[in-house]
Every structure is written in structure tokens, then in C-alpha cells.
């Protein structure tokens, strides 16, 4: 989650709060293709992130791309962004109700134990996917045509534009390559937790928490921000109420705005974050 949002905010650089729906997306139509079309579990949460590219398309091109046109402060666009969260979490509600799905993953195995603490299969999976993704998205962005550009327009989009860039054709394909990343995380979360409507915004949160503890901007921080929040999390709630989860989320993020607001990765230049 955390990857895929830091994507979008390095080039648009405002806080997309309707990625948290694009997340959800991803989770129901992997469940839909999953369980009314038949399609195996791996290759509908594939085909959901193929979908929710275009749905993070479609969302800049009919909302945040007039409104960047006539001029509209990074208030005006997250406070938009907060209302099409609202429409698309409405939306699923009608569709699928506000009972909790789940998707099955076969049967119940015991997990492993390490450490004293289990890990099952699922968690194991969504651990190695996560770090194949920061060795695809890094490797796409620093040696590629288009992770070039992304870098140029993210740094000065005026300059990018007089070198013969189009900003406006990078910021759509930083959506759709983060919107996918989103439509994956999301059906990755489905095999590990149930699926509701309003799930959204507690995801996209805890992808902004991450994304900011490990420096706005970075994708590696992002990654190590991701697993460094979910590791404290974990360890917090082995001692207290597992209710207490977001709350350590929220502190986590207050100390590290308070004593190390650079991020995990210190004062760095983007290349040298990249």
C-alpha cells in the first residue's frame, strides 16, 4: 500500500485519499472473479490489479486533471480526493452490502513458528511479493525511459515540460502504475483479512503513515516504512489490546514527525533515495 501511494504522491505530490478505494476495489473484484466467475485465486487478483489501472486512470483524468487545469490548490484536490473515497466506498456498500466477505485460500494449514511468533503461508507470500516489488518498481524507475521521466517531472515538471517531457501523460502513468500496485495490495490483503466498505480508509492511512515514516517520496522508504509499522504494530499489541493497533500507528508516526521527520532514510536527495 505504502508503494503504491508513495508512487502517485512523488509526482502529484498531494495526498490521494481516494487510493484507499482503489485498494478496496482491488480486494472485491478479486473476490468477484474469485467466487462468481471462477477464476483461480492468483491469476483474479492479477486481472483486479489490471482493473483498478484503470480505474486510477479514469479517476485523474475526470477529476484531478481539470482541476490541476484551472488551477486548484493541493486542498481543493485532496479535499476532492476525500470525496470520491466516499462515492466508491458508497458504491461497493450497494453492491455487496456491508456484510464482511472472505475469500478462501484453501485449507487451514498451521503456520510456522519463528521467533516464539507464527507466520502462515500468506503472510510469508505477501512479505516475498512485497520485496519483489520494490526490486521491480526501483529497477522501472531508475532504468527506464519512463521512471526517468517520472524522476524529471516529480523534481521540476516546468523543466521536464522544456526538455520535451509531457507531465501530463507522466502523472497518468504514475496513477496507473500505482493504482495497479493498489489493486494488488488489495487483493493480497483479501487472502490475509476479511473484506468490507470500509475498510478503505484505515488501508490507505496506514499506507500514508508508512509512506511518511519512511520519507515522502522514497520508494525504498516506503517498503521499509511498511514493514517497520507493521512490525511495531505487532510487537506493540503482544503486550496490549490488540484494539490498541491504530493507536500505535498514530504515535509511531507523531514520534518520528517529532524526532526524525526526514524519514528512515535521512536527508537524501531523490537519486540518492532511489
Not at 45 to 52: A, D, F, K, P, W
Not at 145 to 159: C, E, S, T
Not at 207 to 229: C, E, K, R, T, Y
Request: a positive charge; one cysteine or more.
Amino acid at each position: 500500500m505504502a508503494l503504491s501511494f508513495a508512487i502517485i504522491y512523488k509526482t502529484i505530490r498531494f495526498f490521494h485519499f481516494a487510493h484507499g478505494s482503489v485498494i478496496v476495489a482491488g480486494a472485491y473484484i478479486a473476490y468477484s472473479l474469485s467466487c462468481f466467475v471462477g477464476i483461480p485465486l492468483l491469476l483474479s487478483i492479477v486481472v483486479s490489479s489490471l482493473i483498478t489501472t484503470v480505474l486510477g486512470i479514469v479517476i485523474y483524468k475526470t477529476t484531478y486533471s481539470y482541476l490541476r487545469v484551472i488551477g486548484s490548490s493541493n486542498l481543493i484536490l485532496a479535499i476532492t480526493s476525500f470525496g470520491i473515497f466516499i462515492f466508491i466506498q458508497n458504491l461497493f456498500q450497494i453492491l455487496y452490502g456491508a456484510q464482511i466477505l472472505s475469500l478462501k485460500t484453501g485449507p487451514v494449514s498451521e503456520g510456522h513458528l519463528i521467533m516464539g511468533g507464527t507466520i502462515t503461508n500468506v503472510q510469508i507470500s505477501i512479505i516475498v511479493i512485497s520485496c519483489l516489488l520494490l526490486v521491480l518498481i526501483r529497477s522501472v524507475v531508475v532504468e527506464t525511459r519512463i521512471g526517468k521521466a517520472i524522476r524529471a517531472v516529480a523534481d521540476d515538471p516546468l523543466g521536464a515540460s522544456i526538455s520535451g517531457i509531457n507531465p501530463e501523460r507522466i502523472i497518468i502513468y504514475s496513477f496507473g502504475i500505482g493504482s495497479a500496485l493498489a489493486g494488488l495490495s488489495g487483493g493480497l490483503i483479501s487472502l490475509e483479512s476479511s473484506i468490507e466498505p470500509t475498510m478503505g480508509l484505515n488501508l490507505i492511512l496506514k499506507g500514508i503513515i508508512a509512506s511518511i515514516i519512511g520519507g515522502l517520496g522514497s520508494i525504498p522508504g516506503a517498503v521499509l516504512g511498511g514493514f517497520f509499522l507493521g512490525i511495531v504494530e505487532n510487537l506493540g499489541i503482544w503486550k496490549i489490546q490488540a484494539g490498541w493497533k491504530d493507536t500505535i500507528s498514530f504515535a509511531v508516526l507523531i514520534a518520528f514527525l517529532l524526532f526524525r521527520p526526514e524519514g528512515i532514510l535521512g536527508k537524501r536527495t531523490d537519486r540518492e533515495n532511489l
